[in-house]
């Protein structure tokens, strides 16, 4: 039997199952074997049913807050699976909650896990979905932190080259970026996001954001940043 994530996060970060802890609750859904007889009612059975229910046995019905970065209309409000379906120039998937507000988008689990976000094209955001909570646990933290800059558009693009410019940046292990990624320094956090870009084909929506734990060390990047052609 699968536990439920709020049952058992030991799986996660010790920041993501703290941010569960604090800002995450169990909204009631259906069992995941009740979805399971929904589906095969409906004719829908193999690997991606499987997939979809097993999602929702560790997911269905949990609630997050809206990101807390300005990005995706808030991102998922309440996860579970629903509406399994092979999608043209997609493949497998099947979506993965509910949204905060009425969009156009929609988040999307594909056959291999990927949590990703579907519009007139998919866009896989993170290997997994446990990455999807790791980023939204990471953006919240960076609200305690001390916001150095942030880029949007071309110039976000163009700052992604900061996790080559800015020493000893490493990928945060457990969000699985993608399109979407975290990276960690010394006291510092660098979000990549370009996922919406992708997915609209607009590079205007990208978005990156720069942070660092204390007030001197803020002020020493927004120096060194000035120096460097963004």
Known sequence: MIPHILDDPSALSSRAQ??????????????????????????????????????????????L???????????????????PDDIEGVGPCFTAGTDHYSVAHCFCINLQGRFGVLYENWVPLHSSVSGWIEAAALADMAQTMHEIRVWRGDEARQAQNLVQTLPDL?????????????????????????????????????????????????????????????
């Open 170 to 230: 490493i990928p945060v292990p457990q969000v699985k970026g993608l399109a979407d990624n975290w990276w960690q320094g010394n006291g510092t956090l660098l979000a990549i996001y370009d996922g919406e870009a992708q997915l609209f084909r607009n590079g205007r929506e990208a978005f990156t954001a720069l942070y660092a734990e204390s007030e001197d060390q803020a002020d020493e990047l927004r120096a060194r940043l000035d120096g460097i052609a963004i």
């Open 65 to 83: 807050p809206e990101l807390a970065l300005p990005l995706y209309d808030g991102g998922v409000a309440v996860m579970y699976g629903d509406d």
């Open 18 to 63: 703290r941010f569960l802890r604090e800002k995450g609750r169990r909204e009631k859904v259906s069992s995941a074997e009740k979805l399971r007889e929904h589906w095969r009612s409906m004719g829908s059975t193999g690997p991606l049913v499987d997939r979809m229910v097993d999602y929702h046995a560790r997911w269905g019905g949990l609630a």
